[in-house]
């Protein structure tokens, strides 16, 4: 399609359903009166549309707000404003003098000139002559206007009926045959304003542009019904075209007409789409939607497709009207050749992704006059159909229109795998759970491969509907996962097997040393560093305690090591770790602030990594009796947790030294249930920013699901309180700094 000059989209403020705006007026700006003497009072109404059989809507009539402009001799008077009075349409207008001539406007609050008026200085001509925007005159209701003379021998005595003509047109779209499909309008060289008062006949201001409106209807199409679609202001008809692009019959059409040589206001022109093979078109019909004097038009009939000329592939289907081309998903190269009359060019309008159209000029004495090259690569799973315009023109007008159709791929693709033009859906990081939901046509099938050596890390699994569902997976303590490249192929193929097509999909594998235990898969280590990053935690491969006896590990390492091994504390306003520094005086946790967000109400996976999550209330507590349990001092002893299960629980304890200074005494808990063995173990918590203020034995553990309370492991050394470790659920501020060891959140699919 040629550039358009210019483009204004169908403004909100133009449709329909904007119209039914509150029924209280605004403060008018207009200059007021004095008190008057004399009080009128109107019954106001709204003028059927012009031609008597077409119908208003109410938004279309109702009054929000009328003034009253009184001229004796000429020049402005009075500026009245109206007065609502009781009885429908009834309003009350006082005047000082109620002679000469009175002019109404109604829903004019937004008409800006109106501003200007001045009692005694404007004059009746100057108020004929004032302008508005196709917006003032639709802002509050739909402009209207009317007159009433006045009699001064007759006063202000009885009720008198004024009728109110709307200062706007509308322009409506009506397709009721079956098959049609209206997919967009556009009406070119539209004035932009017009006048509000009527003049004796229709005319533009000077100073109107003329733009272009167009209304897109995506992938709704209007069919088999009407709407109102926008209003214009009254104008003559300066080359006013407009052109509806329509689907039927299995292909595009592009129909253009004119609109009457004058637009006049308070009037409804409907354009009626037809599609009936050659009688196509629209009739543009005049002050009703269902008779009247017309304007027809016809399709346009040249530009089509010369298939014996063309080099069409056996796969590509052209319509019996030749105007559209039908191409499959499958790579495709073709060549289409254009009829049409000596000088037409052809433009190519629209893209689809990987798809090149190239124009090509022909020598003449050949019926053909243009042709395109057409290259269209695998279009894969999930893309939509698309669609190129070849729009022939010969002297600047369009003679002939063909549509490119490029079939989207028979298999839907719903969720998060998304594939470039070569196939690939390079995730760039760890995922798991579903990644797609898959629907096959008939005659297809799908199957997973994988490369030696690689694990079969996704998995099909079938829905009731008959979809399949592709799932990434997680395999526990996977010493492969260290943040390499994983990939699998989907392979399409008939139900042959044949025609496969293979599409890549790509994912990082990460994992953290975890622990069943309890039900859960609980991670071995607290976090440290970047919370969301595992780069940045201790890696499945570089366990130190991959035989499972991190508690011995952890009281026999060096300071260096278990300062590493115990990570940082946290706050839940950042992911960023809080390492532990020492000023030469005291330790305190680098980076703390006093006012933070809640680990009970924050998303449990916001600080932790991909497949990890904050524990709740239940996680912890499969470790205690109660909410205030003392598990005892050093030594080892069983107990039955509140769910009836045996725990055993060992506490060792050490003195540490970090950073060259002592720290102090550190316990380190290792729970038994079963063959399990998890352990805890922590650099206690800072309470406040000030250096010093550091529990080392309190161990603040982050806990999502409450808002006040959080899990506590309330250590005390068996020198100063022998025999007392308490397992606790209590009231804790978010300032304090809390420790963050990670449960893995449910994964429907695990690997080998």
């Known amino acids: 399609m040629m550039k358009m000059r210019r483009t204004i989209r169908l403004a909100a403020a133009l449709l329909l359903p904007l119209l039914a705006s509150t029924g209280c007026s605004r403060d008018e700006v207009l200059p007021m009166s004095a008190p008057a003497a004399s009080t009128l009072v109107l019954r106001l109404s709204a003028a059927s549309p012009d031609g008597g059989l077409a119908e208003a809507s109410d938004a279309e009539s109702v ?4 003034t009253a402009c009184r001229f004796e001799a000429g020049r402005l008077q009075e500026v009245i404003p109206g007065v609502a009075a009781a009885g429908e349409g009834l309003y009350t207008f006082s005047t000082a003098t109620p002679r000469g001539e009175l002019r109404l406007v109604a829903n004019g609050a937004g008409v800006e000139a109106l501003g200007s008026l001045l009692p005694g200085v404007t004059t009746l001509a100057e108020f004929e002559r004032l302008e508005a925007s196709l917006g003032e005159m639709t802002r509050e209701g739909l ?4 007159q009433l003379t006045l009699d001064a021998a007759e006063g202000a005595a009885g009720e008198r009926a004024v009728t109110l003509r709307r200062s706007v047109a509308r322009i409506d779209l009506r397709s009721r045959e079956a098959g049609v499909e209206v997919h967009s309008v556009v009406i070119r060289r539209v004035a932009d304003r017009g006048y509000l008062w009527e003049p004796l006949t229709p005319a533009t201001p000077s100073s109107a542009a003329r733009d272009e409106l167009r209304r897109d209807y995506g992938d709704r199409p209007l069919t088999g019904a009407g709407e109102t679609l926008l209003y214009l202001c009254e104008q003559t008809n300066d080359a006013m075209e407009i052109e509806v692009t329509v689907r039927f019959g299995g292909g595009w059409h592009r129909l253009r007409s004119t609109l009457p040589a004058a637009i006049r206001r308070n009037t409804v022109y409907t354009l009626e789409v037809r599609g009936h093979g050659a ?13 009247g004097p017309g304007v027809e038009s016809t399709p346009v009939a040249e530009g089509l497709i010369d298939v014996a000329l063309s080099e069409l592939p056996d796969d590509v289907r052209v319509n019996a009207a030749c105007d559209t081309l039908y191409i499959p998903h499958t790579p495709s190269r073709l060549r289409v050749v254009l009829r049409g009359g000596a000088g037409s060019e052809v433009t190519v309008d629209g893209a689809v992704r990987g798809v090149e159209v190239t124009p090509q000029r022909l020598t003449r004495g050949l019926e053909q006059v243009a042709a395109v090259e057409v290259s269209s690569p695998l279009r894969v799973p999930g893309t939509k159909t698309g669609y190129v315009g070849l729009t022939l023109w010969r002297d600047g007008v369009t003679s002939g ?4 159709c490029f079939a989207a791929h028979p298999v839907r693709v719903e969720g998060e795998l998304s594939f470039d033009d070569a196939g690939l859906c390079d995730f760039g990081r760890y995922i798991e759970g579903e990644l797609a939901r898959i629907t096959l046509p008939e005659g297809m099938q799908l199957r997973l491969e994988f490369a030696d050596g690689e694990s079969r890390w996704m998995d099909l699994a079938g829905t009731e509907e008959g979809a399949w569902r592709l799932l990434g997976g997680w395999k526990p303590n996977d010493p492969t996962a260290d943040g390499r490249e994983q990939e699998g192929q989907l392979v399409i193929t008939d139900a042959a097997g044949g025609h496969a097509e293979r599409y890549t999909v790509r994912r990082r594998n990460w994992g953290l040393p975890v622990v069943k235990i309890g039900g859960e898969w609980w991670c071995k280590y607290n976090l440290r560093g970047n919370a969301k990053r595992f780069e940045d935690q201790v890696p499945i491969a570089g366990d130190p305690a991959a035989d499972g006896a991190l508690a011995d590990h952890l009281i026999a390492c060096d300071g260096v090591e278990l300062l590493t091994l115990l990570g940082d504390q946290y706050q839940a306003c950042s992911p960023e770790g809080l390492p532990l520094r020492h000023n030469g005086t005291a330790f305190y946790h680098e980076g703390m602030v006093s006012t933070t967000q809640n680990y009970g109400t924050l998303d449990p996976a916001e600080m932790a990594p991909c497949g990890y999550r904050i524990p709740d209330y239940d996680d912890y507590a499969f470790f205690t009796r109660n909410e205030n349990y003392n598990i005892g001092g050093v030594g080892e002893r069983t107990y039955t947790n509140a769910a ?10 050490r003195e540490a030294e970090f950073l060259g200074h002592a720290y102090g005494t550190i316990a380190v808990y290792e729970f038994r249930s079963g063959d399990a063995v998890w352990v805890l173990a922590g650099l206690g918590h800072q309470w406040n920013t000030t250096a010093g203020s550091i529990s080392p034995m309190m161990l603040l553990l982050a806990t999502w699901g409450n808002a006040s309370k959080t899990w506590v492991m309330e250590g005390y050394a068996a020198a100063d309180r022998p025999g007392q470790n308490w397992i606790k659920f209590m009231a804790q501020n978010t300032t304090k700094t809390r420790l963050v060891r990670c449960v893995k959140t449910p994964v429907e699919y695990i690997y080998d």
């Open 401 to 404: 229109r063909v549509v490119l």
């Open 143 to 146: 402009a209207m206007t009317g």
């Open 644 to 653: 009836g299960e045996s725990i055993t629980v060992r506490i060792q304890e």
């Open 63 to 66: 009054i929000h707000a009328v």
């Open 279 to 291: 009688a196509a078109g629209i009739e543009v019909i005049s002050g009703s939607w269902e008779t």
